[in-house]
């Protein structure tokens, strides 16, 4: 899945109420500092700027004279503009008043508005002595009319069209982003429901919903691999049952046919019921070595869940196993080479000695007469302790190798009924396993095979 680059739905939850406020905001500051003398220099009116429409009406010269042709200007600017206003000269004299205001005064008695929109000039001369007052207000009829402008009106238009801009992208990123990969995820978990492992999940550049996709493909491909190994473990079950069964009836039919024959009287002599006997309890015996094996093999997995770890001298331990297969290893007349150094680890003494025993007896077995053995113990790179016992026997066939491991696997099939079913190395493997450590085999250059277990001594110190 190729990477992109994510934001947390926080800052995106963030990101876009910052440009909700801010852009309309921005824009309505644009228009007052840039773009209003634009909107408004050809034709200003009071509406638009009551300051700016006084001072270049009314602020001329002449304005506090009572002459016919400034009286007929401040009519036609009245009516034009639909404004009242009201002159006084510096005595508080009335010198004019709109023909609107005939029968109201936009001043009272005492010099005071008489409405909020009113507004009150005061004119003075370059001496800044004080010629007079100018009193203007809207007329009501005409304010309503006038009130917003069209170039205020298109203003409005304009941050209405970039809310619903904003709006639209947010509503498109989240249907992308969001609600589309949620939908895949959505169909993806009833496919794999149904059994389908093949699904297909959307990326996202929300980092919440990359995350549970990612996630949520993670558990895909480890529900396919469980699925794999859950289909593995039920075949080597059932090849498990299967062999155990022909191995446990081939002993038990040798059992039957000789006590038939006891039972029956063929066995007509003392010397023959004595053979039949004999060869009755050699049965048993390997029914009971069959056993034996299942029940050590069943034990291993428990203790192996189970285990106790104590402080062990490694190389004590190794030269008591050793010890402990003298007899068979003097039976064929074989000899051990051992390099062994002292190393102290913690692990449980009994699985440890049980795998170590199973792989050098198994190595004993296969080895031909007067064979060398050789067992190394010492510490490798990266605080490893290993464990390599090699052997001059026959090898393993390289396509066949990593089967040695599995339960009831037998190299070499003519010797299957020598009283071993193939589960020592199986159980070395769950013991080393269960203490942290791996075991490997390969075959040796020359001849024999070579098993090596590497025990991290950091998990142990």
């Known amino acids: 899945m190729k990477s992109k680059k994510t934001i947390s739905v926080n800052w995106l939850l963030v990101s876009f ?119 203007t207000t809207p007329d009501g009829a005409n304010y309503t009319n006038e009130l917003p402008t069209s170039n205020e009106s298109v203003v409005v238009f304009i941050l209405f069209i970039v809310i619903f801009v904003i709006l639209l992208i947010f509503l498109l990123l989240v249907k992308n982003e969001m609600i589309k990969p949620i939908v895949a995820l959505n169909k993806a978990s009833i496919e794999i429901s149904n059994g389908n492992h093949s699904i297909k999940t959307n990326t996202s550049r929300v980092k919440e919903i990359n995350e549970l996709t990612a996630s949520y493909e993670k558990m895909n491909d480890n529900l396919v691999s469980l699925k794999k190994q859950r289909s593995e473990y039920e075949n080597d079950r059932n090849l498990f049952v299967s062999s155990i069964v022909h191995d446990l009836r081939t002993p038990l039919f040798g059992l039957k046919g000789y006590l038939e024959g006891l039972t029956s009287g063929i066995a007509n002599n003392s010397e023959k019921r004595e053979r039949y006997l004999n060869k009755a309890l050699k049965q048993a015996l390997r029914m009971d070595d069959l056993v034996s094996s299942l029940t050590n093999y069943n034990r291993s ?127 070395s493997k769950k013991n080393i396993e269960s203490q942290g450590g791996v075991i490997k085999a390969v075959n040796s250059k020359d001849k024999g095979l070579v098993i090596e277990i590497l025990l991290k001594v950091d998990d142990f110190e």
């Not at 009572?66 to 639909?82: C, F, P, R, S, W």
């Not at 109201?104 to 005071?112: C, K, L, P, Q, W």
């Not at 001298?313 to 196993?321: G, T, Y």
């Not at 080479?337 to 199973?358: G, R, S």
Request: glycine share 6%; net charge negative.
């Open 301 to 427: 997995f428990f203790l192996s869940e189970h285990s106790s770890k104590e402080k062990i001298e490694l190389n004590k331990l190794v030269e008591e196993v050793l010890t402990g297969l003298d007899y068979q290893k003097n039976k064929k007349e074989l000899r051990f080479i051992t390099k062994i150094d002292k190393v102290l680890i913690f692990a449980d003494y009994f699985l440890l000695y049980q795998a170590i025993e199973n792989i050098i007896a198994n190595a004993i077995r296969f080895s031909p007469i007067k064979a060398t053995i050789y067992v190394g113990v010492g510490k490798t790179e990266g605080n490893w302790v290993k464990i390599v016992i090699k052997d001059e026997g026959p090898g393993v066939e390289e396509a066949m190798i990593n089967n040695i491991f599995k339960p009831l696997y037998q190299i070499d099939q003519s010797r299957k009924y020598d009283g071993h079913i193939g589960l020592g190395l199986a159980i």
């Open 17 to 135: 109420s910052v440009c909700l406020i801010a852009i309309p905001l921005g824009l309505i500051q644009i228009y007052d500092n840039m773009l209003y003398d634009i909107f408004h220099k050809e034709d200003p009116n009071y509406y638009d700027n009551p300051n700016r429409w006084i001072g270049e009406n009314l602020f001329i010269e002449g304005i506090f004279l009572e002459t016919a042709e400034y009286i007929d200007y401040l009519d036609q600017l009245v009516e034009k503009e639909g404004v009242d206003i009201e002159i006084f000269n510096a005595n508080s004299e009335l010198m004019y008043k709109s023909r609107q205001t005939t029968n109201r005064s936009i001043v009272d008695d005492e010099g005071d508005l008489t409405t909020e929109t009113s507004y009150k000039t005061t004119v003075s001369n370059e001496e800044n002595q004080l010629i007079g007052y100018i009193y």
